[in-house]
């Protein structure tokens, strides 16, 4: 072994216990028949009609039920004689490439073969106006030549700002549909403006674009559908920021205040844009965002293989691990950097050669003189918090709980050979 390894050797890796969180689970069992019935009642069809070219935007985040949905109003708007295709929403995601953002609709389960209508990816834009506050509105150009607009997309609190609109269909509108350029002139300014830039961008592409309809998607903190709402062009700016309150409410969470070592076994684009929810987590790249646990040490163990090595998110982390750091590309993710100037998020924390070592390291970092007593969780991802594993130090403050239960016996944490997690 070397220095490092020994120097780790004698940190003991506390045993763990499966715990389940509870949390309040609205939901709709038959989202596809829910959104059938909105689309045929709501009149939005009414303006659609035979040979119409339709753009319906999608974005890059892996959303519940959203290819059926989407499957499901390309056959609506084809039922009324129109062609739909599929425009990524994404700004400067995939590489900021055109072949980088089909190749992540594709992995997301958008693609032609599944959806059954074409994805027309491009880069290009077309300048449609100036914001009241002076900035330049670009969409994209597919989009913009198309006769008709369709918006899909989630509406979940940001995790790098706050205001009324934050992750939906109005950043969508601005920053998705701007490609690189929108987003870029989005954030030029500095995040701390994001939350104003981008609603007046958008407010100029509705009103300059045919969009046709918008349909915003809740989930609960399961990440399963529990709400959809179809909204005409006019009613986009005053009701998602009733959206986005609810969605803050249904937000999931880990029901702890404080905890040394937090254990991430993977992050990704399609988790997150910022590869973990930075609300779940407490840990935040940016000023002016708050709430969640108190971590002292955070490790992050992989990406996921749909981020196409995308690490953003990693510079949050204290610490990661040699295969992570194999897998950055930085082709993939130093535009997004690059393009919202932030930086914190793509810088590489420190790297360990296995997961055993990286847990390692954040334990006798700590800042705890008994590390036997290290408050310790690991969770998969931060999609996936309802069952996760908690050191023998922190079970007697669930016991009680309503929230938490604790489901197994304690056990030693799993590891290959190699020193990865199993």
């Known amino acids: 072994m070397g220095f490092i390894a020994d120097l780790l050797d004698p940190i003991p890796i506390p045993r763990v216990a499966g715990v389940s969180q509870k949390f309040d689970r609205p939901r709709m069992d038959d989202s596809r028949g829910a959104l059938k019935q909105i689309l045929n009642t709501s009149g939005a069809l009414e303006s659609v009609f035979p040979k119409m070219e339709i753009a319906i935007a999608v974005g890059s985040r892996g959303i519940s039920n959203q290819p059926v949905l989407?499957?499901?109003?390309?056959?609506?708007?084809?039922e009324k004689g129109a062609r739909p295709f599929l425009v990524p929403a994404m700004g400067s995601h995939g590489g900021a490439t055109a072949d980088g953002q089909k190749k992540m609709l594709e992995d997301l389960g958008f693609g032609e073969d599944k959806i059954a209508v074409p994805i027309r990816s491009s880069m290009e834009i077309v300048r449609v106006g100036t914001s009241e506050n002076g900035l330049p509105v670009h969409v994209d150009k597919n989009a913009h030549e198309a006769d008709g607009i369709v918006i899909i997309n989630r509406i979940k609190p940001h995790t790098s700002f706050r205001g009324p609109y934050e992750s939906g269909l109005m950043k969508m509108i601005a920053i998705g549909l701007g490609k690189q350029k929108g987003a870029e002139i989005c954030h030029e300014l500095g995040i701390e403006r994001i939350a104003e830039n981008f609603p007046a961008i958008a407010r100029v592409?509705?009103?300059k674009e045919n969009i046709l309809f918008a349909s915003g998607l809740l989930e609960n903190a399961y990440h399963e559908t529990c709400r959809i709402e179809l909204l005409r062009k006019e009613e986009i700016e005053t009701e998602e920021p009733k959206l986005q309150k609810e969605a803050k409410r249904l937000l999931p969470k880990l029901h702890f205040t404080d905890i040394d070592v937090l254990v991430i076994d993977e992050i990704g684009k399609n988790i997150s844009g910022t590869g973990f929810d930075t609300n779940v987590v407490g840990r935040y790249h940016t000023p002016g965002c708050s709430g969640g646990p108190n971590v002292t040490r955070l490790v992050i163990l992989?990406?996921?293989d749909e981020t196409h090595g995308n690490a953003n998110g990693l510079g949050i982390a204290d610490f990661t691990t040699r295969r992570i750091f194999d897998q950055f590309s930085f082709?993939?993710?130093?535009?997004?950097?690059?393009t919202s100037t932030v930086l914190p998020s793509v810088k590489i924390p420190m790297v360990l050669e296995t997961d055993l070592l990286a847990i390692k390291a954040a334990i006798k970092t700590c800042n705890i003189l008994d590390k036997r007593n290290v408050r310790l969780i690991r969770i998969k991802n931060t999609n996936e918090i309802e069952r996760i594993e908690v050191s023998e130090s922190m079970l007697d403050g669930i016991r009680g709980n309503p929230y938490l239960s604790i489901e197994t016996e304690l056990y030693p944490l799993a590891l290959n050979d190699d020193g990865s997690l199993v």
């Open 205 to 207: 592409t509705i009103e």
């Open 331 to 338: 082709e993939n993710t130093y535009p997004n950097a690059l």
């Open 70 to 78: 989407v499957k499901l109003i390309a056959e609506a708007l084809r």
């Open 302 to 304: 992989n990406v996921t």
